[in-house]
């Protein structure tokens, strides 16, 4: 282990046994037998293929919004990516992996570049809302993404949008096993005003909606409104025009909002929403949405899929 820890320290910051806990905000997750922050490019890539070529285990962290660790933390090497660098040119905004996607909001607007007014408020960075393709208000990642710049197997490659072949809440980075280190962004030119005017009833939208609790944001994916087994003709009207049926709403019909298991709560403000609001395990949050999923499917014939990553 001190050898590694010394190796390692040619890379970035290191820590031995360092708690996931303080790195996500579910606050779930037990030690990281090693747990480095990178803040260069070019020291990432190293470190990428350092640990690649030596068969360590490891894993990506970016803002920790969207995931939940085990109990037991993780055998390995945690990386934490702290790249910070973020130009605007013309109307694109290039944003290094590790750059606060509420920060390249702020920069679309300050910039009078229209595009990206739905992430406001949203935690998380540019990297790990590209792989997941985040979104919010019926807009995406994907709407406004050019390229990206990736490391995969050793080499920096550049990856479009259309070879990203995005999806609901998903890339192909989920399966190809790559990590992104730059994104570009092509925003629309558009007045001031009405960016921040946009960006002012979206944060009206989500005031007194989240829970106050720790959590991982929505937990499930809304479900395609072609997958929807039932009559359309019961479903909310706007649910249609969106084409999704939304997960709050079905654990609304459940009367399962404030259902609890051990430190785990489904949220009282928002029913996609899990909450750790007693010292919740990563045991009772699983406990929980299985309880949950088999409710969800009883009732209504669908499967719930987790938006959160769930890493054991």
């Known amino acids: 282990m001190q050898e590694l820890y010394k190796q390692l320290k040619e890379f970035g910051h290191v820590k031995i046994n360092e708690s996931l806990a303080k790195h996500t905000t579910f606050k779930i997750g037990g030690p990281a037998d090693f747990f480095i922050e990178i803040i260069d490019n070019q020291k990432l890539i190293e470190l990428l293929n350092f640990v690649n070529g030596a068969g360590i285990d490891y894993f990506i962290l970016g803002g920790g919004s969207n995931m939940l660790f085990n109990d037991q ?4 090497v945690v990386i934490k990516v702290r790249t910070r660098k973020l130009i605007t040119e013309n109307n694109i905004i290039m944003a290094e992996a590790g750059v606060l996607l509420s920060k390249i909001v702020v920069e679309a607007s300050k910039n009078s570049l229209s595009g ?6 949203i935690p998380g960075t540019v990297g790990g ?24 197997d050793g080499e920096v490659i550049e990856m479009t949008k259309e070879e990203l072949k995005f999806s609901y809440r998903d890339s192909c980075i989920k399966n190809k096993g790559g990590v ?4 570009y962004f092509k925003l629309v030119p558009a007045e001031k005003q009405t960016i ?3 960006m002012t009833g979206y944060l009206k939208q989500r005031s007194g909606r989240y829970p106050a609790y720790p959590s991982a944001g929505s937990f499930f994916q809304n479900i395609d409104i072609a997958k929807w087994p039932g009559d359309l003709k019961a479903l909310p009207e706007i649910f249609v025009e969106r084409k999704k049926v939304p997960i709050g709403w079905l654990v609304e019909q459940l009367d ?13 403000e928002h029913g996609n929403f899990i909450i750790n609001y007693k010292n919740a395990t990563q045991t009772d949050i699983l406990t929980l949405i299985e309880t949950l999923k088999e409710k969800v499917y009883n009732k209504f014939g ?5 938006e959160v990553e769930i890493i054991n």
């Open 129 to 152: 809302a590209v792989r997941g393709n985040a979104g919010a208000m019926g807009r995406e990642a994907a709407n406004c993404l050019e390229k990206i710049e990736m490391w995969q």
């Open 256 to 268: 399962m909002k404030g259902f609890a298991v051990g430190g785990a709560k489904i949220s009282d």
């Open 180 to 183: 992104i280190l730059k994104a």
């Open 116 to 121: 990206l007014e739905w992430g406001v408020g």
């Open 302 to 306: 669908v499967e719930l899929i987790p």
């Open 73 to 76: 933390g993780f055998k390995g």
């Open 196 to 198: 921040m005017t946009a």
